[in-house]
C-alpha cells in the first residue's frame, strides 16, 4: 500500500471537485480510526500486488497468514477474491495487449494532487489504469474522476509518461466482490482535458478557502459529515416537517437513505469526541452493560474440570450440532457423501426480507401482503 499521499488524492477526488467546502470542513475533525473492512482491504491490496508482480504465487498462498499492520488473517474466501481479481486482470491484459505494467507507483499532476495508482500497464496501443476494490458497495469507472487524477498524474510522470503517452487511457476497476471481470472505461483525450482543468480549478477553490458544502453521492466517507451544515440543514428540515404534511413512502425513503448513515457517523463522532475528554451539553459516557464473568484461560479451566471425578463432561459443556454447511465441508473431509446421507434432513429457510433500491443486484421477491391487507396496514398509521 502507498505510503505517499498528497492532499488531493484519487479517491477523494470526486468529492473534492463536487464539494468545495470538504476539506476546509474537515481540518476540525481527527481523523477516523481505521475501520476492520478497510484494514482487509488493505491486506488484499498488498496481496495482489505481491502475486502480480511475482506472477508465479497463487493467492491461495496467503490463507492463514496474518497481518500485525493490518490486524487481520487471510481466510480461503478472502484469497479467493485476490485469485478472482488476478485471474479478471490477466484477461484484461490479453485483451488489449499489455506488455508491461508497475504497481504502486507515484505520480503527480502537482505538489498537491496525485498519488499512487494499483496498477499502471501499457502496450502499444491502449494503456490501463487499473484499480483494485474489494469491498462490497459497487464502484463504478465511468468518467472516474478517481481514474483521470491517476491517467493525468501518470501522463505527467517523468518515469513512465512516455509509455502512456498517445496511447488509449482507459480505466479499469476489478471488483470481484461485484464481478469476476473488470469493469473498463476509455477516457478521450478531449474528456481528460476537461477533467484536468475542473480538477485543478477546484482544487485552487479548496486552497483558497472553499467554497459551499454540495451534498451528492460523494459525501459517502467525508470526515466533514458529521459537522456539515448542509447535512445538518436536511436533518433539520426532515425533523422540522409538520405532521400534516402528507409525504409518500418513496420520498420519505429516500431521506431516510441520505440521513441513517449521517445519524451514524454523527453518533461515533460524538462518542470519540467524548472518550477524548470533549464536553457535548446535554451528553456524557456511560459504561456498557458488563458482558459478565469470562473464562481467563478455557484451556486450564477446562483441564481442571476435566480432572474433577465429581463432573462429567455433560456437566460443564454445551454439546451442540453444527450446522449443515459445516458437517458437508467435514464430510468432503471423511470423503463421505453428504448429499445421499443427510438431503432428507436439510432444508433451506428463508430468513425474511429486507429492503433494498429497485436498482439493486437481487432479484425482487413477490410480497407478503396482498395489496389490500398493505392499503388496511397504511390506512393505521395514516
Ligand atoms: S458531507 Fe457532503 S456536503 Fe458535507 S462537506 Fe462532506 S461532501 Fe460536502
Not at 52 to 65: E, K, R, T, W, Y
Not at 111 to 120: E, K, N, P, W
Not at 208 to 232: D, L, M, N, R, Y
Request: one cysteine or more; charged letters at 25%; glycine letters at 6%.
Amino acid at each position: 500500500m502507498p505510503e505517499l499521499h498528497l492532499k488531493y488524492g484519487g479517491s477523494t477526488m470526486a468529492r473534492t471537485v463536487n464539494c468545495h467546502a470538504w476539506t476546509r470542513l474537515s481540518e476540525r475533525i481527527q481523523k477516523p480510526a481505521v475501520n476492520g473492512a478497510a484494514n482487509r482491504g488493505s491486506f488484499l491490496h498488498d496481496i495482489a500486488e505481491t502475486c502480480i508482480l511475482a506472477q508465479n504465487i497463487p493467492a491461495s498462498d496467503f490463507v492463514g497468514h496474518y497481518s500485525e499492520k493490518w490486524d487481520y488473517l487471510i481466510s480461503e474466501e478472502d484469497a479467493a477474491e485476490v485469485e478472482t481479481a488476478l485471474n479478471a486482470a490477466s484477461k484484461l491484459f490479453n485483451e488489449y495487449g499489455i506488455k508491461d505494467y508497475i504497481t504502486e507507483e507515484f505520480v503527480k499532476i502537482n505538489d498537491l494532487i496525485g498519488g499512487s495508482a494499483d496498477v499502471i500497464a501499457w502496450g502499444d496501443t491502449h494503456a490501463i489504469i487499473l484499480d483494485w476494490k474489494f469491498g462490497f458497495n459497487e464502484v463504478s469507472p465511468i468518467q472516474s474522476w478517481q481514474g483521470a487524477t491517476y491517467a493525468l498524474s501518470a501522463l505527467y510522470s517523468d518515469t513512465i509518461g512516455d509509455k502512456l503517452e498517445g496511447k488509449k487511457i482507459l480505466f479499469a476497476i476489478i471488483q470481484p466482490k461485484v464481478s469476476d471481470t473488470a469493469q473498463v472505461y476509455e477516457f478521450t483525450d478531449r474528456e481528460l482535458d476537461e477533467m484536468e482543468d475542473q480538477i485543478l480549478t477546484s482544487v485552487q477553490i479548496h486552497e483558497e478557502g472553499g467554497g459551499e458544502a454540495t451534498p451528492g453521492e460523494w459525501c459517502q466517507f467525508c470526515p466533514a459529515g458529521p459537522v456539515c451544515p448542509s447535512k445538518i440543514m436536511q436533518a433539520q428540515a426532515a425533523v422540522r416537517l409538520p405532521k400534516d404534511v402528507s409525504m409518500d413512502l418513496e420520498t420519505a425513503l429516500a431521506l431516510a437513505e441520505q440521513l441513517e448513515p449521517w445519524v451514524r457517523e454523527v453518533r461515533k463522532f460524538a462518542h470519540e469526541m467524548l472518550e477524548q475528554g470533549a464536553e457535548i451539553p446535554g451528553w456524557k459516557l456511560v459504561a456498557r452493560k458488563s458482558a459478565g464473568r469470562t473464562w481467563v484461560d478455557e484451556k486450564q479451566a477446562l483441564a481442571r474440570l476435566k480432572a474433577m471425578r465429581k463432573v462429567k463432561l455433560e456437566d460443564y459443556c454445551d454439546i451442540k450440532l453444527k450446522s449443515a454447511p459445516q458437517i458437508e465441508k467435514l464430510c468432503k473431509t471423511k470423503k463421505i457423501d453428504f448429499q445421499k446421507e443427510f438431503s432428507d434432513l436439510v432444508e433451506t429457510k428463508s430468513s425474511g426480507t429486507t429492503l433494498a433500491p429497485a436498482d439493486d443486484k437481487r432479484p425482487a421477491v413477490s410480497a407478503l401482503l396482498t395489496q389490500g391487507e398493505v392499503t388496511a396496514a397504511l390506512s393505521k398509521i395514516a
